[in-house]
């Protein structure tokens, strides 16, 4: 269940514009135009480092692997384990199609 803090319209037309991209160049495209350069690597790393809690690996591998702070590192473990399952329903069907 969304956040009702974060769902508006604007927010679903967010998330529906996004459902609509057919592959990884359509979705490249999207995010180089709405996001800038540093949006998009802190996504990018977040997610990284969300797999790699996921895998069990340490602080000190996240770091060396990603570049995050122990910061990043532990608001993305907060949401692992207390957040609205979103990074847990990307990995595991991240894991399904490799």
Known sequence: MANQKL?????????????????VEECYAFLEDICTVSELKSL???????RMLDEKYTYEAI??????STATISRVKRCLNYGADGYKLVLERMKQTS
């Open 63 to 68: 770091v060396a692997r990603t570049g995050a």
């Open 44 to 50: 990018s790393q977040r997610l990284e480092v969300a």
């Open 7 to 23: 769902k508006d319209e604007l927010a679903d037309r967010l998330c529906e514009a996004v459902l609509s991209l057919q592959d």
